[in-house]
């Protein structure tokens, strides 16, 4: 027989390692243990049982975390220099309104 069929044939005999009265239609490539169809996924073009794909999770959320902070810190920081920028150039402006505007001598003209 050749390694495929032999291969089958285990499947067909198996068990699943969490749930023994379903039989297996898969084996996880990490941890080599036969599944039934609710325990195993795929992930990454892969079949990965569950408890191998939470470490796998597990393993990169640093890196993940990292970066997402990151880029969070970043956007921050941009939309607080925006907005001080939108702030600063309404203070410049008020500040360039002539003195008799605010004495109600310039206003008043336009309205009588």
């Known amino acids: 027989m050749t390694d495929d069929r032999q291969q089958d044939m285990d499947i067909a005999r198996q068990r699943c390692f969490n749930h023994q009265q379903r039989e297996a239609v898969a084996r996880c490539p990490v941890c080599e243990r036969f599944f039934c169809r609710e325990c195993i996924t795929e992930h990454d073009d892969r079949v990965i049982c ?19 902070h990151g880029k969070t810190a ?9 907005l001080w920028l939108l702030f600063f150039s309404i203070g410049q402006l008020l500040l360039r309104i002539p003195g008799s505007f605010h004495e109600g001598t310039l206003w008043n003209e336009w309205w009588d």
């Open 50 to 68: 569950v408890a191998c794909l939470h470490a796998l999770m597990a393993a990169r959320k640093p890196t993940r975390s990292i970066v997402r």
């Open 74 to 82: 970043a956007q921050c920081l941009a939309a607080f220099l925006l």
